[in-house]
């Protein structure tokens, strides 16, 4: 394959220009413990992470920087909470328009609203809104703050990979560049190359799934408008512009317009701006002024690999899985992905937990994708009713909901994104403590506030132990290792923290992984039994299931 | 509590009267509107899933050819 280099779309920002590297200048390929084929948010997101904790990592993108147009807006709380733990979170908050409710219509009626976030003392809010451009090139800068303060994250554009060889040693990796091809070899690759991904192919490899039969087309305008800051779903309504629609503000007085056109349609015919400009005017009303800034079409499955590890080649983001956008389930579950992966390759790499660990990644985020498959599913066959049948339902449940409260949980426009809960997986521990069920081993720690700032700033980047009352403070010895302890006082345990922590418990001694989720929870500091967890939490010790 | 499938209507000819008869006059389609929004209020006036799942595959299995 010795194809041009061809952009494939238009670039928003254009952030890692081609450089020739060195290893373009060698006669043996050049070994590298980690690379990543992608820089979109999913493959920048592990490159920081894995930058940050100190491992060089060299990223192939075949672009030179962030595709224009919008795709993903919604980036939610954990989201934010992970970028924030990387250094790109405030730029983000900053930026993004905060939002957490959302109002669901039917005809001209309002039948439904929700909160997202109907509790306080979080830093991060429940969503933002923010164009994918946005968010790909704050995690760039935090790259080039972490590189100027040491870390080796390579980022290097127009560097298509065009074809591999994986073995037990990693993968040799041919890479086209605007100056003609070289070689490098990774000891682990990470694939984190989209939905079509040419790793997977590569490799030969399955995605299968649903493909739902329906088109939505995206038209972001830009206006001044009043309407709140909520997300605003129609089902069938009265303006007629497709058979559902949706309404969202995004940054610099830009929103978010989605209509639901269904299967039979001329693309072509739909993405001319009077045809679309003829569908906003009749939602907006006709004296309304405004700018068409994007239009897309897109159509949309639900699939995932079966396995996300291939030996030493691991899928994240939409190359492993993908689901519609209700829900925003997309961006959101890859830099989970990314964040599950970072810290446990980084431990493989260092030689404090063997290969299979990586094993675990596979595990926790193929539940994880399960789960995001199985919310977006039901959401889209809601949405895009496949039988006469169930079209009978959904609009009995809409006609049914303005009348009586019972239906109005079953409208389902899209279930937002949260984080999966590792119940009942591999690495969990002892869950010893009376607590709360929201924090269970496997589950990720809410925030809480704590001092002068919020707890979750104070967890990570490695294995943290949290006491609660526990008497613990400074590091605590364990199995070999010292960990950090966050000490919260008898008197500082009240409030958030202590209902999100400690329930009807006394005191509460926590195990966290580095990636924020509980490994294992005590009412007080027993040394044999973290180590049992830590061993298990960190696949030294598996336990016999 | 487990699906009651033993005899449990006061009035089982009082009540199949009604169900029919809820159906005059309706096309097809509002028939089928008319089941659904009556499976539903139903469906939550019991209110548990496993009671729920129970009659739906009671309801699935041996449906005739
Ligand atoms: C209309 C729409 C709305 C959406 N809304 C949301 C939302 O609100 N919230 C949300 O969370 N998600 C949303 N998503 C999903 C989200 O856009 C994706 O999940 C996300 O972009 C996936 O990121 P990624 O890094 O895995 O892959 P991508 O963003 O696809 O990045 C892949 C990268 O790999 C590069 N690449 C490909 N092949 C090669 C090669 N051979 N060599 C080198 N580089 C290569 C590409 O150029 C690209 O830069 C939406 C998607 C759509 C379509």
Known sequence: MNAPLIDRYPLAFKLYPYARSADQDVATPARHPVVIVGGGPVGLAAALDLGLRGQPVVVLDDHEGVGQGSRAICFAKRTLEIAHRLGAGADMLAKGVVWQKGRVFHDRDEIFDFDLLPEAGHRCPAFINLQQPHFERFLHEAIERANAGGAQIDVRGKNRVDAMQADHTGALLDVMTPEGGYQIHADWLIACDGARSPVRDMMGLGFEGRVFEDNFLIADVKMTADFPTERWFWFEPWFKSGSSALLHKQPDDIWRIDFQLGWDIDREKELKPENVRARVDAMLGADVEYELDWCSIYTFQCRRMEKFRHGRVLFAGDSAHQVSPFGARGANSGVQDADNLAWKLDMVLRGQAPESLMDTYCQERVAAAEENILNSTRATDFLTPKSSVSKAFRDAVLSLAQEFEFARPLINSGRLSVPCVYDAHALNGEDALEGPARTRPGAPCPDAPLGNGFLLDQLGPDFTILSIGAGLEGTFDVAGQTLRVVAVTEDEAKGPIAERYLGGAASAVYLIRPDQHVAGRWPSADVAKIAVALDRATGRVTHAA | ?65
């Open chain 2, 1 to 65: 509590m487990p699906l009651n499938t033993k005899a449990n209507l006061g009035n089982p000819d009082g009540f199949y009267e009604s169900l029919v008869g809820a159906h005059d006059g309706l096309s097809e389609a509002q028939s089928e509107a008319l089941n659904a929004r009556l499976i539903l209020l139903l469906a939550n006036h019991i209110g548990d899933l496993a009671v729920l799942r129970d009659a739906i595959t009671k309801a699935r299995q041996n449906i005739p050819k």
